[in-house]
């Protein structure tokens, strides 16, 4: 069993930049394709960006110029690097590691965002 790992989340400015972790063992980390999922109050869990993995990113327009995704196989861990953040970006996020189809999810990590 697979349980990705998020980490990095906290309490930022408005303008400011996080970088959240995601681990993942217990898999061949350099066949897994790996998602950033976010979800805020009140809304349904919406993709951030993923890298497949071969390593080509993909991102949401709502973050697309802002974030960049990359993965450091050595490490097992894929990164997501946020800048200029907005309130708007306030979300618990989670990390979803994919294998053979079969989807496992981490416990997610909160962004908060003030203004």
């Known amino acids: 069993q697979m349980q990705p790992e998020e980490s990095g989340g906290g309490l930022v400015q408005a303008g400011g930049s996080l970088r959240l972790s995601c681990a993942a063992s217990?898999?061949?980390?350099?066949?897994?394709?790996i998602g950033w999922y976010r979800q805020a109050a009140g809304k349904q869990r919406e993709l951030v960006a993923s890298?497949?993995?071969?390593?080509?990113?993909i991102y949401a327009d709502s973050v697309k110029g802002r974030s960049t995704i990359s993965r450091d196989n050595a490490k097992n861990t894929v990164y997501l690097q946020m800048n200029s953040l907005k309130p708007e970006d306030t979300a618990v996020y989670y990390c979803?590691?994919?294998?053979?189809?079969?989807?496992?999810w981490g416990q997610g990590t909160q962004v908060t965002v003030s203004s």
């Open positions: 979803d590691a994919r294998w053979l189809n079969i989807d496992y």
């Open positions: 890298i497949s993995s071969r390593g080509s990113p």
């Open positions: 217990g898999r061949p980390f350099t066949s897994l394709a």
